[in-house]
């Protein structure tokens, strides 16, 4: 059958199907060992809390209700209302419910995003996303509906003691030509756990003010919820930010809620287009949401237990590859959020994109770094090559399990 270029585009292979594919093969493959997805770990007390809070809304009758009903194009009002509360008392954000947008999960928002925000203009004019720092997360690079969408710069590499590293935004070769549309950052990053300091972070929204450009965060993993962040930074919102955030990492994937908070046109923009492509955002997981965002509770529970749940699993992963593996030439990303340890092994004699398949062969799932860095036309750096990203919230048995699997291939090819 022949397809549009359209259908071209987005049947073709990429990144972010390889790891969807292999999560559902980690899921009917009971040898597998799954540290490649990014799916949340199943922390009992928010399992708990999940399980409570959908017993009394299918008591109360609002679970029927929420599957029964559409909700508006721009989301459910309830949830929407009382996140806007919730940023202003907790945070101080000057925003109100008409800067918040629903959509279905963050993969959603960003393709909506980017397509706004860049791509072909009707004055014939072409703009691109930039990402000042890869890598950056899988998921972008084939949520663009035209090509050469995106540009990306390389970071400075800071090594640092007890054989870890962390990634700088690199101002010095930083540049962003009239033919940006948007700037774009996740922090913390996704697939690195690297979060941007304050100042990196306040630089970045000095250069997209003077150029025009809105300054586009991903806050999957943020503050103030799911709180998977383990550096002391400041959360982030003016009324020249995009925020963009999520009930994944809390614990709730699989209702795909993703949530926007932006400038008014923004806002309308997105509310029109959910319209047109899909009716409405879905209405579980706002309902699910919504006594925890009212209460507050949702904060209190990202600190005390999601939180210290995955900096300990962090902590844990770190020290056994670093028992596992003692080569100098092998170095962690400095860990400070999100659910992945970002492995860089220097001088790898074979290309990342083999050691997933001779992993793979083994049972073992990783994902190959060569996939995070949309935007970076430079098919001979050799750092891209050398690193994979490993998901640690898995089951401590499994990740033990893996990371042998894991030492074993490396250590046998630094021999």
């Given at each position: 059958m ?8 987005f ?34 007390a ?8 959908a ?7 609002d679970l ?34 008409r800067n ?23 004055d ?51 540049e ?12 913390p ?27 586009l ?12 962040i ?21 614990g ?51 600190e ?6 995955y ?6 992963a ?22 992945f340890?970002w492995?860089?092994?220097e ?32 098919p ?22 893996g ?13």
């Amino acid at each position: 059958m022949d397809f549009s270029s359209f259908g071209e585009k987005f049947t073709r292979h990429a990144g972010i199907t390889q790891l969807m594919d292999d999560l559902n093969q980690g899921l009917t493959n009971p040898d597998a060992i799954m540290l490649g997805g990014g799916n949340p770990a199943p922390i009992p007390a928010m399992l708990d809390q999940f399980q409570q809070q959908a017993q009394a809304l299918l008591e109360s009758g609002d679970l029927v209700r929420a599957m029964a009903n559409y909700d508006g194009p721009q989301g459910k009002d309830r949830f929407i209302g009382a996140l806007a509360d919730l940023l202003r008392r907790e945070l101080g954000w000057d925003i109100t419910a008409r800067n918040i947008a629903l959509t279905n999960g963050s993969q959603n928002a960003f393709f909506y995003l980017f397509n706004l925000l860049a791509g072909e203009f009707p004055d014939g004019r072409k703009k691109k996303v930039l990402f000042p720092l890869a890598p950056e997360y899988i998921g972008y690079a084939d949520s663009a509906l035209s090509e050469d969408h995106f540009v990306a710069y390389k970071p400075t590499i800071e090594k640092l003691p007890e054989g870890q590293f962390k990634y700088h935004v690199d101002f010095e070769h930083l540049e962003v030509g009239d033919d940006i549309g948007v700037i774009c950052v996740s922090r913390p990053t996704n697939p690195t756990g690297n979060v941007l300091t304050d100042e990196e972070i306040e630089h970045l929204d000095q250069i997209a003010r003077a150029k025009g450009i809105p300054l586009l965060l991903d806050n999957a993993y943020g503050v103030p919820f799911p709180g998977i962040i383990f550096s002391d930074v400041k959360p982030f919102w003016n009324t020249n930010t995009i925020l963009c955030m999520s009930l994944s990492k809390l614990g709730l994937p699989g209702t795909r809620c993703g949530i926007v908070i932006a400038q008014e046109p923004i806002i309308q923009a997105i509310t029109n287009l959910s319209g047109i492509i899909n009716l409405a955002p879905g209405s579980l997981g706002p309902a699910m949401a919504i006594p925890m965002i009212e209460s507050g509770d949702i904060i209190t529970l990202s600190e005390q237990v999601v939180k210290p749940f995955y900096r300990e699993r962090a902590n844990l992963a770190v020290k056994l590859l670093r028992e596992a593996i003692p080569d100098p030439r092998f170095h962690i990303h400095k860990p400070e959020g999100a659910l992945f340890l970002w492995l860089w092994f220097e001088d790898l004699p074979i290309h990342c994109a083999e050691l997933y398949q001779r992993l793979k062969e083994k049972n073992l799932l990783i994902v190959p770094g060569h996939y995070f860095f949309p935007g970076i036309d430079d098919p001979d750096w050799r750092h891209s090559q050398e690193c994979i990203r490993l998901n640690y919230a898995q089951n401590e048995d499994l990740v033990r399990r893996g990371i042998a699997i894991l030492a074993d291939e490396i250590n046998a090819l630094y021999a």
